[in-house]
Each structure stands twice: as C-alpha cells, then as structure tokens.
C-alpha cells in the first residue's frame, strides 16, 4: 500500500467528530499554503500587472465601488 492509501484508509475509519477536525485541519493548512504563494508571487514582482491595471481602470474612471 502507497502513503496515499493509508491515508485514505485512515481518514475513511475516522468518527464524524475526528474527521471534521481533520477536515478543518486540512482546510486551514490549505489555506495558508495559498497564502504563502500568494505572498512569494507579491514579493517576486509576478502580482504587479494586477495593480498596473487597477491604476489603469482608475485613469478611465472605470473602477466599481464594491
């Protein structure tokens, strides 16, 4: 068996209260991941084309209020 099938094994014998903590576990640690590449993609430059077109819109008066 791969690593990947113990885990599925293992997640499928989980209680409804184990695997809904397992499930906010797994959620949260996606989330920060996310968070992590999004904040490497800033520091590298590679999000600046999203403020280059805010600026951009803002020049045509074509931004939206939210």
Known sequence: MSKV???QAAVESLSEDEYR???TWF????WQKWDDQIQRDSELGR????IDEAVEEKAKSQLQNL
Not at 47 to 50: H, K, T, V
């Open 21 to 23: 903590r397992f499930q």
């Open 27 to 30: 959620s949260e640690r996606e």
């Open 5 to 7: 099938e113990d885990i």
């Open 47 to 50: 999000l600046d084309f999203l």
